[in-house]
Each structure stands twice: as structure tokens, then as C-alpha cells.
């Protein structure tokens, strides 16, 4: 036999994968999570998740789903039952009344924005994605065949696009804007004052789209007043797309529910996608993604009282230090913070801190604390702290973070 036949064949990963890696929240995550498998004291604000359980009614409502055997599948891109929920959700949040072939649900809001890409971009198409940002947004786009054109928003102009810079980003291959309010990772949020312009740009270029990603819509603080950009323009509502989702309002992340509202041509293009992929989302997902938004909302208010304490601890806590400075976020649940005063000191081993990417290392293994360098998500030096987690745990993080800056040389 010849032997060379038995020689394993390398393996050749696609093209379209060349210039994408794992999200670096993934590798600091997992690192930090090694190291408390090995008996660490190591505290994770990297996580892009509420620490709350999903609400009882929900739960009980998934539990019915499954008894009464709605464990089948359901129509391709969500059933008749949730899209009317969701119909409904937008009339009721955000005055705004979508038709039942305007409405999809997917396995999560993440491949809500996959099916859109896969179904929208050809060879070259761009995508203006302002910074910071969620760094999928650029690897989808980049897997979709188009290219991201990174627009960065300085913390000056409160990590928000300005409509100046979104007119010298567009080209003739424009094709989409994407936008994130609150955003991750910078918790900033957009008013109607502060859409207005950028939509205003926006009705001088018939040809690009815009897709919002209203994901932490209901987690806003300090009496913000959360506003969609379909709701703000009417004549706009022709070539965008409003995504949503129940993860992170309903703390519902695993059971993976996302749903979009937009025009019925580019809904039903994003089924074809859906289609050739996972198919419907998960039956019992969807019955208990009825219940939360269809159910009692008051757990919201409650559960963002909570995020507001916990936002205001750690703000107050990394303005105390030299070196860091960290601006009040509108709303979801990160800060993101400047350690630009940190930068070019030297820690206690000799290491020079050049950018935010060594801090974040630094204070993972000097100090037990897991953050998320500003520069994964396209703007440093700054780093992002979730704090989606107990009090305690956030006090005892600031004073390790404090501990650790006053270390540096």
C-alpha cells in the first residue's frame, strides 16, 4: 500500500475566513475562566450578558409549550403567533405597525444581521460601521463577501457618529449603515436630537440602507428617552431594518430569540438564507419569547434600577483613579473607559504598558480581573467592563483595578 495514501490531507480553511478570528471577548473570557479552573482568584467583567435569571412566567410558559406538544417545527422565520407579539411590541414601544411578511425571527438577533448580509451584500459592497463597535458586525460583513469601512466616533463627540464623518464615508458601493443604540461596547445612546442629522444624511442617499440594532433598548438610565430611527422618518422605513431581540431585556440570551422588522422584499431574502441554514428557530424558544413580550413588563423597570446602581459604582469607581477616566453611559451594561493616562508606564515585571490590549493583559494576570481592551472593538485605549454582575464582585474589582494602576511605574 502506498503509504503516502495514509498521510492525512491538510486542511484548507476558506478564504472568506482569512482575515477573521476568534472575537477577542472570547479569548480573554476563556482565559480568565482557565485560569479560575486552576484555582485563581479571577473576576470576569467580560461577559455581554445579564447575571439575572430568565422571569418565571417565561420559564413556565416554555414548560406549557412543551406539555401541550409544541415541540414541532414552526414556520420558517418564526411562527404566525410570535410575529403577531412582535407586531404588537412595536406598536406599543415604538408607534410603529409592520405587516406580518415584515417580520422575522431567527436564532438570535446575530443571525438576524447574518441573514440581512448574506441576502444583501455582493463582491465590494461597503458597510459603515461607526467605532467602538460589536466586533461581529465587521466579521459578518466580511463573511458576507463586503467590506467594513470602520468610522471611528471619539469619546469628545460621545462615541457617536457624526453626521460629517458618515457623508465623507459614503461611497458610490455604499450599501449599508449600521448602527447600535445603546451600544455595545460603549453604552452610548442616540436621542432623537442626535438621530436626526445622521438620518438627515442618510435621505440624501436613496441607495444606502440602514440597519439598527435596537438590542438593549430597554436598558437606558437617568430618564433617556430610547427612540428608533423608523419612528423618528417615516421615509426611511423603505430601506431599514430594525433589529431586535428578547437576550438581553428579558435575560433570555441562551434561548436564542432575535427578530427584525423591515421591508417584505429584503424579509423574504433573508428567509431564503434562514432556509438553507437552521431553519426555524426553537419552538419552545418561541412560545416563551410570546410570554415576554406579550407578559408583565414591570421586571424590566425593576432589573434597570439595578444595572443604573451598578453603572454608577463602577463609573464613580474608575473616575477615582489616576490615569482612568470614564464616561457615563446612556444605557446598556458596559462602560467603557480610557486608560490613556496609563499608557507608556511600566509594570512592577519590567513591562511596559503600550497599548490598552497589554493593560487588559496586565490586570487579568497581576490583578485577577477579566476586561475587554478598547482596541477589539475598533477605538483605544480604553477598556470594557460589563457589569452584569453582584455589587460586591464590582467593588472588589475597581479596588483590584485601583491596586493595579497605582503599581505601574
Wanted: charged share 20%; net charge neutral; with cysteine.
Amino acid at each position: 500500500m502506498n503509504v503516502l495514501a495514509k498521510q492525512p490531507s491538510p486542511f484548507k480553511p476558506a478564504q472568506r475566513l482569512s482575515a477573521i478570528g476568534v472575537s477577542e471577548i472570547l479569548k480573554v473570557t476563556g482565559l480568565a475562566a482557565q485560569m479560575k479552573r486552576e484555582g485563581q482568584n479571577v473576576i470576569i467583567l467580560g461577559a455581554g450578558e445579564p447575571d439575572f435569571d430568565t422571569p418565571e412566567p417565561i420559564k413556565d410558559a416554555a414548560a406549557r409549550a412543551m406539555r401541550d406538544g409544541a415541540t414541532k417545527y414552526t414556520a420558517l422565520d418564526g411562527s404566525p403567533e410570535l410575529k403577531a407579539a412582535i407586531r404588537a411590541k412595536f406598536k406599543r414601544d415604538n408607534g410603529l405597525d409592520f405587516a406580518q411578511d415584515e417580520i422575522t425571527v431567527s436564532a438570535g438577533a446575530k443571525q438576524v444581521l447574518f441573514n440581512a448580509m448574506m441576502a444583501t451584500l455582493d463582491p465590494g459592497d461597503e458597510v459603515i460601521i461607526p467605532t467602538p463597535f460589536w466586533v461581529t458586525y465587521a466579521d459578518i460583513v466580511a463573511i458576507a463577501g463586503g467590506t467594513p469601512v470602520l468610522v471611528p466616533c471619539s469619546e469628545a463627540n460621545g462615541f457617536r457618529l457624526s453626521p460629517e464623518d458618515l457623508a465623507r464615508a459614503i461611497t458610490p458601493r455604499t450599501r449599508w449603515l449600521m448602527l447600535n443604540s445603546p451600544s455595545n461596547p460603549s453604552g452610548a445612546a442616540y436621542s432623537e436630537h442626535q438621530y436626526r442629522p445622521i438620518l438627515d444624511v442618510l435621505l440624501k442617499h436613496p441607495s444606502v440602507w440602514l440597519m439598527v440594532d435596537d438590542i438593549y433598548e430597554h436598558i437606558i438610565y437617568d430618564g433617556f428617552r430610547f427612540v428608533t430611527p423608523v419612528a423618528i422618518e417615516p421615509a426611511l422605513r423603505n430601506r431599514t431594518l430594525t433589529v431586535n431581540g428578547v437576550s438581553k431585556a428579558y435575560a433570555m440570551t441562551g434561548w436564542r430569540i432575535g427578530y427584525g422588522a423591515g421591508p417584505s422584499a429584503l424579509i423574504k431574502a433573508m428567509a431564503v438564507v434562514q432556509s438553507q441554514s437552521t431553519s426555524c428557530p426553537s419552538s419552545i424558544s418561541q412560545a416563551a419569547a410570546i410570554e415576554a413580550l406579550t407578559g408583565p413588563q414591570d421586571v424590566i423597570a425593576d432589573r434597570c434600577r439595578s444595572f443604573q446602581q451598578r453603572r454608577d459604582l463602577v463609573v464613580d469607581a474608575l473616575n477615582s483613579i489616576e490615569g482612568i477616566s470614564c464616561r457615563v453611559p446612556e444605557g446598556a451594561f458596559y462602560t467603557f473607559a480610557s486608560c490613556a493616562g496609563l499608557i507608556g508606564k511600566t509594570t512592577p515585571d519590567g513591562r511596559v504598558v503600550e497599548d490598552d490590549t497589554v493593560f487588559a493583559d496586565y490586570l487579568l494576570r497581576a490583578a485577577g480581573v477579566a476586561v475587554v481592551p478598547g482596541s477589539a472593538f475598533g477605538l483605544a485605549p480604553y477598556f470594557r467592563i460589563s457589569y452584569a454582575t453582584s455589587a460586591a464582585e464590582l467593588r472588589d474589582a475597581c479596588q483590584r483595578i485601583a491596586a493595579a494602576a497605582a503599581r505601574l511605574l
